[in-house]
């Protein structure tokens, strides 16, 4: 074996080593965290700027702290902005050797995850929708991957950012909302009814609060064996919201973690969080969520 690709081997071996020692030690960390337009997105008559570099370097830097093993990701931009982003994050130490990236109907807001452990990609790019006989597309798609965990255990990841109630122009664009929720649960009925015993995990922005018929249904009916249970995170001042929107001066909790019954078990649910920070609206309109699985969860 060559020298180079045997010293590339022994360092990926090494990395990997010290990864699962310290998902042993502390648990696994998820962090999904809508970034708010990572991209620069026009408008009629003008182009709106890039992020500004004060807001992406607030991320950054949540993150650092965070130090997240999985990120996932909504309003990502394009992949240029995509390779900055993991540019940032490596200067500050946060190396993440494997990611998604969905690129579906939505040119600008995209949904990306990375993560530290090996990855396997199914996600859906392309999905049909039918809204009062008008043929649509689900704009950002389903991110769907398997994560490979410690003890070679795998992760199912499920995400999504389902269309903006604050842009409705229309009746037809809020059955496009729901058709989007609807889809997306059919495609979680598909993966635990293939896999009943496989630990999913769905995250997102929902653009809904947890009474309204999209969140219901996504979660399912409670105490079914497919049932998705969202998590009751909160900031350690006990506050659950998640989104800020200045027009109508309203905080919601419109981002939401599902776990499948065999992933809830494992769950560190007095560890994981919303997190609070002072700069929080520098970075983003949302706030991140934390979840951190148990120490050994993903062992045999």
Request: proline share 8%; aromatic share 6%.
């Amino acid at each position: 074996m060559p020298v180079r690709r045997l010293l590339l081997l022994l360092a990926f071996w090494a990395f990997a080593a010290g990864a699962l020692q310290a998902a042993e030690k502390r648990g696994v960390t998820f962090v999904s965290w809508n970034v708010q337009n990572y991209a620069p997105l026009p408008e009629p008559g003008q182009v709106k700027g890039s992020k500004s570099d004060s807001s992406a370097g607030a991320i950054a830097l949540t993150l650092q702290t965070l130090r997240p093993d999985i990120l996932a990701l909504c309003e990502m931009g394009p992949p240029r902005q995509f390779a900055e982003f993991r540019q940032r994050l490596a200067a500050l130490g946060l190396d993440y050797p494997y990611a998604e990236m969905v690129q579906a109907a939505d040119p600008h807001r995209h949904l990306a995850l990375l993560s530290r452990y090996p990855i396997r990609s199914r996600s859906l790019t392309d999905i049909a929708l039918v809204v009062n006989g008008s043929h649509e597309r689900m704009r950002r798609g389903i991110l769907d991957v398997t994560l490979q965990l410690p003890g070679d255990q795998p992760l199912r990841i499920v995400g999504v950012h389902l269309k903006s109630k604050l842009e409705l122009r229309d009746e037809n664009e809020a059955l496009l909302r729901r058709q989007e929720a609807h889809r997306l649960r059919q495609h979680v009925d598909l993966i635990l009814t293939a896999e009943p015993e496989i630990p999913l995990l769905l995250y997102g922005d929902m653009n809904d609060t947890r009474d309204q018929t999209a969140i219901k249904e996504i979660a399912g009916e409670r105490g079914h064996p497919m049932a998705l249970t969202p998590l009751p995170l909160a900031d350690p001042h006990g506050d659950r919201w998640t989104h800020y929107w200045p027009t109508a001066d309203v905080y919601a909790r419109i981002d939401f973690v599902m776990t499948s019954r065999a992933l809830t078990a494992k769950v560190d649910r007095r560890a994981s969080h919303v997190h609070r920070a002072p700069d929080w609206l520098l970075a983003s309109d949302h706030r991140p969520l934390v979840v951190i699985f148990k120490p050994r969860a993903f062992n045999p």
